[in-house]
Nanobody
Framework: VQLQASGGGLVQAGGSLRLSCAASGRPFSSYAAGWFRQAPGNEREFVAAIDWNGFNTYYADSVKGRFTISRDNAKNTVYLQMNSLKPEDTAVYYC?????????????????WGKGTQVTVSS
């Protein structure tokens, strides 16, 4: 599975962005998927995850109530809607896919990583 993230950019604090992660190569519907981010000088951290059928979602405390993860298996795409953005959300955002959502949330059991997309939030 190849993952391609897009949708990053520069936005003012309080604004919104929607990231997309398009999968190709194998059926994406059998994988859990998620988003991670890495800010300069920091380790990569979990942001959000969704199970293979979209029934269960998980979020980092720092983004709960502001970010929404969703997926469209017919389009082999996972989305991250980011609202009420803050300067501390500035990071490179990566999408990932793995067999089990709980291990993906823990940052393990990740089979595939996409290249990142830069999100910059100005104050």
């Amino acid at each position: 599975v190849q993952l391609q993230a897009s949708g990053g950019g520069l936005v003012q604090a309080g604004g919104s962005l929607r990231l997309s992660c398009a999968a190709s190569g194998r059926p994406f519907s059998s994988y859990a998927a998620g988003w991670f981010r890495q800010a300069p000088g920091n380790e990569r951290e979990f942001v959000a995850a969704i199970d293979w059928n979209g029934f269960n979602t998980y979020y980092a405390d720092s983004v709960k109530g502001r970010f929404t993860i969703s997926r469209d298996n017919a389009k082999n795409t996972v989305y991250l809607q980011m609202n009420s953005l803050k300067p501390e959300d500035t990071a490179v955002y990566y999408c990932a896919a793995g067999g089990r959502v709980r291990t993906l949330v823990a940052g393990s059991g990740i089979n595939y990583w996409g290249k990142g997309t830069q999100v910059t939030v100005s104050s």
